[in-house]
């Protein structure tokens, strides 16, 4: 069902919330570490909105804003900078009322796809944080996200909301495939959802987002009744995110979905090329993922515990998994790129602490050695963390 846009901001939604969460969760510890570079930190809401909703919930740009706040209050940097932009098409006005009370940030009255290269230009060097909130699939160009990759920054994050079952649904109608799940769509509400129609031109423009076209043998699939809608949505994804890993190494996703057993019509993806900002926002999907959870049994107690790809999840499958993962490591590597490099390949099946202590385990079984620097306290007992940070650093290695 399409709705007129308006009726968005009327009231804060329980979708909108879970959003928000992930993205409020992750600002507050990126801002405090990233505070630390002594680089200017350029934060940009690509699809702003109005920045409050009319039953006085803060939107994504007065989330952050607060974030902003109260980060540079506490930050030990020296001189920080933080700038704050927010790009929306019809809402400029309702973010100038809105956010008057804030200083340093910018308002763009305009599409994303026309402004933000513009916005980018002068900030090479500089931390970028991009969020990228549409209602539709259409002004996701991958080209941008590629370019926004080349080096010129310090360091680029995005945190995309990307509505990967309505990617599949116009993708059948770009190719004239039947799309059988349209009633699956009927119990969320999409607004301004993007319509294509049966032509080369919408080919072109769904490969553009894609980043390629190897959406169309998902759909000659489907079509085929090889998969189903569900097994498109998630093929469609895995190779979004693979897509995605030619130019940021680590990309995760968290699936949005309210009820138990539903298919997932969104993602959350979150693109970096850092392993300490991909570890951050494991731990932040992991907690949105069991608070979701919480949304969707009504609070009660499930028989089986299910992890985000809604795989029953228990310490045994979890352990083979890290086994199976880390035994590849026959040489020395940091833990924290391992780990990143885990949760890419399995997705936030655990959380950071979950898996660090099956490391743990391992270690005491003899199958991992674990070189951890400084290796003493300094009462001159063996050191025991499994966390790198400044001055503390963790290797591994798998024993053959
Ligand atoms: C899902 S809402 C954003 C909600 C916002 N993140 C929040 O939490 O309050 C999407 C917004 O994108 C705006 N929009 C639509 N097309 C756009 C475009 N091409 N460029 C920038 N903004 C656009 C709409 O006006 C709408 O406010």
Avoid at 59 to 66: C, F, K, R, T
Avoid at 173 to 186: I, P, Q, T, Y
Avoid at 205 to 233: C, F, R, T, V
Wanted: aromatic share 12%.
């Amino acid at each position: 069902m399409s709705k007129k846009n308006d009726d968005f901001f009327k009231e804060k939604k329980i979708w909108s919330t879970v959003k928000d969460n992930l993205l409020g969760c992750y600002l507050q510890p990126y801002f405090s570490k990233i505070l630390l570079t002594g680089k200017p930190i350029i934060y940009i809401d690509c699809f702003a909105g109005k920045g409050k909703f009319e039953d006085g919930n803060p939107g994504s740009p007065i989330i952050a804003l607060d974030i902003i706040k109260e980060r540079l209050d506490v930050t030990t940097a020296k001189s920080p900078y933080v700038e704050a932009n927010f790009i929306d098409l019809n809402y400029a006005e309702d973010l100038r009322t809105n956010l008057s009370k804030y200083s340093n940030i910018r308002i763009i009255s305009g599409k994303f796809e026309d402004n933000i290269l513009n916005l980018l230009k002068s900030k090479n060097g500089c931390n970028v944080f991009l969020y990228i909130d549409p209602y539709g699939i259409k002004a996701l160009q991958s080209s941008f996200f590629d370019d926004f990759s080349n080096g010129q920054f310090n360091t680029i994050e995005l945190l995309i909301n990307l509505n990967s079952f309505g990617f599949i649904r116009e993708a059948c109608r770009a190719m004239g495939v039947k799309f059988k799940e349209d009633d699956v769509l009927k119990d969320i509400i999409e607004y301004d959802s993007t319509k294509l129609d049966s032509s080369d031109k919408s080919i072109l423009e769904l490969n553009e987002i894609a980043g390629g076209d190897y959406w169309q043998a998902i759909i000659h699939d489907y079509k085929s009744n090889i998969i189903n809608g569900y097994e498109a949505e998630g093929k469609f994804v895995d190779l979004y995110c693979q897509r995605m890993m030619k130019s940021y190494k680590y990309v995760l996703n968290l699936p949005l979905r309210l009820k138990e057993g539903q298919q997932p019509k969104y993602r959350m993806i979150h693109a970096t090329q850092h392993q300490a900002g991909c570890l951050l926002m494991v731990d932040n999907m992991y907690c949105r993922w069991e608070a979701m959870r919480e949304i969707q049994t009504g609070g009660q107690l499930s028989f089986f515990e299910t992890n985000v790809k809604e795989e029953i999840c228990d310490t045994d499958t979890l352990t083979d998994d890290v086994v199976e993962h880390f035994s590849q490591y026959s040489r020395s590597i940091s833990i924290s790129e391992a780990m990143a490099s885990f949760f890419v390949k399995y997705g936030v099946i655990a959380s950071t602490k979950n898996v660090r202590d099956i490391l743990k385990e391992l270690e005491k079984q003899n199958r991992i050695v674990i070189k951890r620097t400084p290796s003493l306290t300094p009462q001159g007992k063996p050191t025991k963390f499994m966390e790198e940070k400044k001055g503390q650093s963790v290797i591994v290695r798998w024993i053959k």
